[in-house]
């Protein structure tokens, strides 16, 4: 028994001392490596900000720290998970618009600290959104090996992509998106025999697309500037599913792809020739993007078997022939159909046609579409967004698009569609997310805009421009408080401009120009604090220009009341509109003097660009080199002032000159006084400037000929005088009419020589040179008239006086003696001198 007790006491401290073995092993394993943490934490120290992600390191144990992950028996490091959101500042700067300070969550880092290396366990790696302050990618990336995730995106990183990347033969996702990578695509990445999914979208990389692993699941290589042919290799990546090669500058025909592709993106690059019918052959296909290249042919057939289809994009390109019911057969999944700017392109379907789809959108803008407007989308229910503009469709509205539900976007503009507006889809209601819109513009609408568009209150933009609308505006429209954009020009509306427009508080664009409205402005269009565009010209609109222009109203960039009754002067309060960039305030009845704070018109003067619509909303006509032309996508560089036809009076002023951006200035018309300004040459922009019929006076300043985009003057009917400056564009400007009407005025291209008119164009030195030789001339004359008045009396003299006569020749015969005898004894003295 004793023996037996011996041996228990053995095996039970055995057991304590192998539990206690155990335990502190398992207590030394917990900790991270030392090396590792070392190296963890010279990576914080190298990096400013990201104090937040740091937080949590401290103490020996790296594995229990925030953002990083810890093999569970080894013990080593193999993740990081330090995305941050700052590099999304360079990409998305009206986003981040704020001062992003070190406290927020990103780093900043001149470049990526080599003691990453050390961690050569690292399977993950995540530094998006950092911003490393356009280093490059560090070569010790690729000693990483057994990385399998690499996520270098958004994190402002330049130069050429490092070829070391090729040795990551374990990665599976590369992610190097918006950055500014240079360079090819390094031919090592055919290396990276296991990688799955490769995006380096948004970069500045050149030269062709190389070989890839045939591994390959997605791969994004858009927004960059890859050219050469979509190569043929792709077809051999049989697992492939989503392919974007859009935004490039790639060209040639379209390839065969590998059967699984799902989404296919290839718009906005150089592509030619017919879409292949073998795109028909790709079963799973739910989205096709093939807009904006050079393709042409006709539609293939075969896309009408594509039944998993959802989005097709074929638009901006130079596609032609019919479309049909079969090119739809079997699409019953698409929702989204873009077509447009295909102007060869003709959709023709049979007014019985029942598609198989419900779509969202569709945009066949700039197409051909034949039998009226389409019958087929009575049974489209879902519509969001409607565009068939320019599409050559005729006649009214058909009455069954008034039971339709409400389509947000609808833009039938440039058609020629006519009768009433009562027939739009007019349907519940809209609660989405879209920012609604009606462009009914360039058609043949007629009677009076219906109480019934009063129900659309979810607008934000409504263009009834250019058609044949006519009565007043209702009262109801009042209710339309979201409105940006109010465009009702060029109709036949008429009576007071309703002051329900002024608690439009949103409104950026009010156009109710060429129409027939009268009275005075609102009172309550103060309220319009946000407009940018004003243009109520060509109306008869009377009253004193309104002084809450520039008190209230301080955003204008386009100020139009061309063609009114408007009387007045011009208030100073007009100058608190620093943005102004056209001033149109011509053909009224203004009086006073131009406002000398005109010339601080900041707009005028820096030809800045903004941000612009890109469509025709932002369109005005204006008065340029004598004829009134529309602007619309050119608006942005458009920068003019005309007060012609009015009352004005005074001198121009001087400040006028430093509006350096104009390029138009029209003052013709007024009762204008004094002289040109003699800097006017300042004003380098300008290509229009008009002076004619004014009161003027003086010499055209030589300045004028520094104009060197001028091309077109008009100086006509007015006082000035001296010879016209000449100049290398002067001399292009050869039509007489230009200085016609100055009668004093000399030289080319008038017929009238300076030779014959007095010289009004010398400087006052000149003139000083010239009174001098004028005096010169004169003095001379004088002292010949005093010789000959006083030889000619002497003469007379003599004649008449006998003894005076005998005395002066006896004189004179003395005085030869006497020269002849002393010249006589000189000569004989030198004479013997000589012998």
């Excluded at 209230?552 to 007045?568: A, D, E, P, Q």
């Excluded at 601080?600 to 025709?616: A, K, P, T």
């Amino acid at each position: 028994m004793r023996g037996l007790g011996i041996h228990f006491l053995f095996v039970t401290i055995f057991l304590v001392a192998t539990t206690n073995m155990c335990l502190g092993a398992r207590n030394i394993t917990l900790t991270c490596f030392e090396q590792e943490r070392l190296a963890l934490l010279k990576f914080k120290h190298s990096v400013r900000g990201g104090y937040d992600m740091f937080s949590s390191w401290v103490g020996h144990d790296c594995c229990s720290w925030e953002r990083v992950s810890c093999d569970g028996v080894t013990r080593n490091v193999i993740s990081l998970h330090l995305e941050g959101a700052g590099g999304l500042k360079h990409y998305f700067p009206y986003h981040f618009n704020r001062r992003l300070s070190d406290s927020d969550e990103y780093l900043v880092s001149n470049e990526l600290s080599t003691s990453l290396g050390e961690l050569s366990h690292l399977r993950y790696l995540d530094l998006s959104g950092n911003d490393f302050l356009g280093s490059r990618i560090p070569e010790f990336i690729g000693s990483l090996k057994q990385l399998t995730y690499l996520n270098l995106s958004f994190a402002n990183l330049s130069g050429i992509i490092s070829h070391h990347i090729g040795n990551l033969s374990n990665l599976k996702n590369l992610d190097l998106s918006f950055n500014h990578l240079t360079g090819s695509i390094p031919e090592s990445f055919e290396s990276l025999g296991g990688l799955e999914i490769l995006d380096i979208s948004s970069n500045d990389l050149t030269g062709p697309i190389p070989t890839f692993s045939e591994k390959l699941i997605e791969l994004d290589l858009s927004s960059n500037y890859l050219n050469g042919s979509i190569p043929k290799s792709l077809r051999k990546l049989i697992a492939l599913e989503v392919l974007h090669l859009d935004n490039n500058e790639l060209t040639g025909p379209i390839p065969t792809f590998p059967g699984k592709v799902t989404k296919l993106y290839l718009s906005a690059n150089y592509l030619s020739g017919s879409i292949p019918e073998s795109i028909g052959k790709l079963a799973d296909l739910t989205d096709l993007y093939l807009s904006n290249n050079l393709l042409s042919g006709t539609i293939p057939v075969s896309t009408g078997q594509l039944s998993k289809l959802r989005s097709l994009d074929v638009s901006g390109n130079l596609l032609e022939g019919v479309v049909f019911e079969s090119h739809f057969a079997n699409l019953s999944m698409m929702d989204n159909l873009n077509a447009a700017f295909n102007s060869k392109l003709m959709f023709s379907v049979s007014r019985k046609w029942l598609p198989p789809f419900q779509l969202i959108r569709i945009d066949l803008s700039s197409c051909k579409i034949t039998n009226g407007f389409p019958n087929w989308l009575r049974n489209q229910k879902k519509l969001i967004s409607l565009a068939f503009s320019n599409a050559t469709i005729s006649r009214p509205l058909p009455t069954w698009l008034r039971s339709m539900p409400i389509i947000p976007s609808i833009d039938l503009s440039h058609n020629n569609l006519s009768g009433p507006l009562t027939n739009l889809p007019n349907g519940g209601t809209y609660h989405g997310n879209l920012y609604p819109e009606l462009f009914l513009q360039n058609n043949l609408f007629n009677e009076s805009i219906p109480r019934s568009l009063c129900k659309r209150t979810d607008l934000y933009y409504l263009d009834l421009s250019r058609n044949k609308l006519t009565g007043k505006l209702p009262n109801c429209l009042k209710n339309l408080l979201k409105l940006c954009i109010l465009s009702l020009s060029s109709n036949g509306l008429s009576g007071a401009v309703p002051s329900f427009i002024g608690h439009m508080s949103s409104l950026m664009f009010l156009k109710l120009n060429n129409n027939s409205f009268s009275d005075e402005l609102p009172q309550k269009f103060w309220n319009l604090s946000s407009l940018i565009i004003l243009d109520l010209g060509d109306n008869a609109i009377c009253g004193k220009l309104p002084e809450w222009i520039g008190e209230k109203v301080k955003s204008l960039r386009t100020f139009r009341l061309h063609k009114n009754n408007f009387t007045g002067e011009i208030p100073r309060s007009l100058c608190l509109n620093t943005d102004l960039r056209i001033l149109d305030i011509a053909h009224n009845k203004i009086t006073g003097t131009i406002p000398h704070c005109l010339g601080e018109l900041q707009g005028m003067v820096n030809n800045r660009m903004y941000i612009s619509f890109g469509d025709d909303t932002e369109g005005v006509i204006q008065v340029m080199k004598g004829t009134a032309m529309e602007y619309t996508k050119t608006m942005q560089y458009v920068f003019n002032m005309d007060l012609s036809s009015n009352k004005l009076v005074g001198d121009i002023p001087v400040e006028l000159t430093a509006l350096y951006a104009l390029v138009g200035l029209n003052l013709s018309n007024n009762h204008l006084s004094g002289r040109i300004p003699d800097n006017i040459g300042n004003m380098k922009a300008l290509f229009s400037l008009d002076l004619s019929g004014n009161k003027l006076s003086g010499l055209i300043p030589p300045s004028i000929a520094a104009l060197h985009f001028l091309s077109h003057l008009n100086l006509s009917n007015n006082n000035l005088s001296g010879q016209i400056p000449t100049g290398d564009q002067l001399q292009t400007l050869i039509d007489p009419s230009i200085y016609a009407g100055n009668k004093h005025l000399c030289g080319a291209p008038l017929p009238e020589n300076c030779s014959n008119h007095e010289d009004r164009t010398a400087t006052p030195k000149n003139k000083y040179k010239a009174a001098n030789k004028l005096n010169k001339v004169l003095f001379g004359l004088d002292l010949a008239c005093g010789f000959a008045t006083g030889f000619w009396g002497f003469i007379v003299v003599l004649v008449l006086k006998k003894r005076w006569r005998h005395k002066l020749f006896m004189f004179s015969e003395e005085t030869v003696d006497k020269i002849h005898v002393a010249v006589m004894v000189r000569v004989t003295g030198m004479m013997r001198g000589n012998k």
